[in-house]
Structures are given as C-alpha cells and as structure tokens.
C-alpha cells in the first residue's frame, strides 16, 4: 500500500525584511502528492505601502504589476485552504512562515522543512 505524502512548496517576495511593518507582495505554492505535482497557487498582491525601489530592483515587481492586483485579505481563504495542515517546505522557511502567519492571523501549526537549512549539510 502506498503512502499519501502531500506537500507544499512555497515562495513569497515581500516589501521588506520586517514581518511587523513590511508586506507580502507575491505568493507561489505547489502541492505536490506522491511526487506529481497536484495543484499550483500564484498571485502577486497589492500591498498597502510602496514597494522600495531595493525591493522592485530585487524581485523585479513593479508598482504597476500590482496595482491591479488582491489584496493579501482577499487570497486568505485561498491560501489556507491551499495549504490545508501539509507540511511547508521552503528556502528560509521561518521568514516566509512568519509572514503567512501575519497574512493569515494565527500561528500556523504545519509542519515546515527549510531547504536553506538542508543545502548546508
């Protein structure tokens, strides 16, 4: 019998580096079962500050690629319902856990695997 291993890989870019002032600006998330890619989650999102030219030099997202873009209130259903209570794996998970967390309102209990972590064994 097979097992069932559902995870999620995920990204954010964000305004900063400071999850108290600073704001998501893009989310991209794979869940993958039993190694096949299921299901994919994308959105830039429009924040409620400027981005800092540092951050559009960085990340290439403009002003302009958001302004047309949700509001993180508007993608939170979405986002949970997306990553569900599956293990998060990304490169320098606490960062981008702790921004979810803010977008989402409450601690998330999720397992989280850092692959910043697992390229320095």
């Known amino acids: 019998m097979k097992n069932d291993l559902t995870l999620i890989f995920f990204d954010l870019e ?6 108290e002032i600073d704001e ?3 989310i991209g998330a794979i869940k993958v079962q039993n190694d096949e890619i299921k299901e994919t989650f994308h959105s830039l999102v429009r924040p409620n500050k400027n981005i800092p030219k540092f951050i559009t030099d960085l990340t290439g997202i403009s002003e302009k690629d958001v302004e047309k873009a949700p509001r993180t209130e508007d993608l939170k259903d979405k986002i ?3 990553i569900g209570d ?3 794996i990304a490169h320098n998970v606490i960062f981008d856990k702790t921004f979810l967390e803010k977008l989402l309102g409450k601690e998330l ?5 850092d692959t ?5 064994l």
Not at 14 to 19: C, V
Not at 109 to 113: D, L, M, S, W
Not at 116 to 120: D, T, V
């Open 80 to 82: 949970e319902n997306f």
């Open 24 to 26: 998501i600006i893009e």
């Open 86 to 88: 599956y293990p998060l």
């Open 14 to 19: 964000t305004t900063g580096l400071n999850p």
């Open 109 to 113: 209990k999720n397992e989280v695997f």
């Open 116 to 120: 910043l972590e697992l390229s320095r």
